[in-house]
């Protein structure tokens, strides 16, 4: 077991004291967004015996056979504490196939990994799940295009709108998603009047009670980070999410999203694919989103997690790459067996605190504190009193049951 340190990083849309506070450290007067653990190549957490990234490349055996031959001597996810005090992009992540297909053609196009331009910096999926650990915000996946068309009426716009949302009542379902979500990325010249028109329908109604007023709200939530952006109405296509502490939503590939507000545990697979559609002054490629994108319109559901058997709680999920859960210990209870053994695992403690023991060795878990926990440690237990999240490879669990898990994942670099 290694105990491992997190890397930060500071972008401006993080808050500045949530995760601070989580660590157990001082707050700077400075944004701090993301906390990551993990091997990722670039940003690689570090342990005692140097970064995770090159403690597994010099010991394989560090990770079970499984994961070794699906994901070429890489630990498969990525780990991190996320703290939004405004909104995060709206974007999206390939899957399996379009990663590598997208990968390939940036190379043999010979687009530096470095270029602002590129997007695909590896041919990895990047499917992610999200636990909130305060009240967490965000737009994911597309809603019923009726359902989108009344909110926009109920601002008083819908005609001042329509040579934009006309689709969506006229065609409905993907195909009208997939028009009016493009044309909005493309206003320009005299139709840029329209956000104009949003802004100030938004300023109306912004006391409303209900559906409308949080919509208005939300629409200067994204003007105010964002002014004139013509992501906004883009984003505004989306279901709109609110998680209570504990509470999850999974992020499928091709799956708009937007963060809004709030701090949380993102678990997903380790990539650096995104591909941008605005509230970014980074580099959107419309060609690719119209590869990418699933605009089916569908609710985004809420998770709860499933409770193995006491103090173990498993977030659902059917991914390859993680699987994770959340481990609530409680003192005089003992210590429990923890779970996906004989696997590599990262564990990390938000609240109170733990002890993890091996057949070799012990190690306790402080709040803000992590632990790598490889696959060759036999027989391990926890136990404490607090909140630990606990994530492995999904292929020894909740994906080995689904028929040919393997056969869809990229090759390794």
């Excluded at 890397?7 to 989580?22: C, F, N, Q, S």
């Excluded at 991914?319 to 003192?331: D, Q, Y």
């Excluded at 990262?346 to 790598?372: C, M, P, R, W, Y």
Aim: aromatic share 8%.
């Amino acid at each position: 077991m290694l105990e491992l340190l997190g890397v930060p990083h500071r972008y401006d849309w993080g808050t500045k004291d949530a995760i601070p506070k989580l660590l157990g450290t001082e707050p700077d007067d400075e944004p701090y967004a993301e906390y990551w653990l993990g091997s990722h190549e670039l940003s690689s957490s570090t342990t005692s015996q140097g970064t995770l990234y090159e403690v597994l490349s010099k010991h394989p055996e560090m990770l079970e056979h499984q994961v070794r031959g699906a994901f070429g001597g890489r630990l498969p996810y990525l780990l991190k504490v996320l703290s939004a005090q405004h909104p995060i992009s709206l974007q999206a992540h390939p899957g399996a196939e379009q990663a590598i297909d997208g990968f390939t053609r940036e190379n043999t196009a010979k687009v530096p990994l470095d270029d602002p331009n590129r997007i695909y910096r590896d041919n990895r999926p990047k499917p992610e799940i999200f636990v909130a650990l305060d009240v967490f915000e965000a737009l994911s996946g597309f809603r019923d295009p009726i359902e989108t068309a009344r909110l926009f009426d109920g601002l008083g716009i819908a005609a001042d709108l329509a040579s934009v949302l006309g689709p969506l009542i006229e065609r409905r379902g993907a195909a009208a998603l997939a028009e009016v979500f493009l044309d909005t990325l493309t206003l320009e010249g005299e139709r840029a009047h329209l956000l104009d028109i949003l802004g100030s329908a938004a300023i109306r109604h912004s006391q409303d009670e209900g559906p409308v007023g949080v919509f208005a709200r939300d629409i200067l939530h994204l003007d105010d980070v964002f002014p004139g952006d013509r992501g906004i109405i883009a984003a505004l296509l989306l279901n709109r999410i609110t998680l209570l502490p504990g509470q999850a939503f999974y992020i499928a590939p091709g799956q708009m999203h937007v963060y809004l507000r709030g701090t949380g545990i993102e678990l997903m697979a380790n990539s650096d694919n995104v591909i941008r559609g605005g509230l970014t002054a980074k580099h959107i490629d419309v060609g690719e989103l119209v590869r990418v994108v699933n605009f089916d319109p569908a609710p985004v559901p809420i998770l709860e997690p499933v409770k193995e058997r006491p103090g173990v709680f498993r977030y659902p999920s059917s991914c390859p790459e993680f699987a994770l859960w959340r481990l609530e210990l409680e003192s005089g209870h003992g210590q429990i067996p923890l779970p996906a053994p004989d696997t590599a695992r990262i564990a990390f403690t938000v609240a109170g605190s733990a002890s993890i023991n091996s057949t070799a060795e012990k190690a306790d878990l402080n709040q803000g504190k992590a632990l790598f926990i490889s696959a060759q440690d036999q027989d391990v237990a926890i136990g404490g009193e607090g909140t630990v999240f606990l994530s492995a490879a999904g292929l020894s669990r909740d994906f080995a049951s689904s028929p040919n898990p393997v056969e869809s994942l990229p090759a390794p670099l």
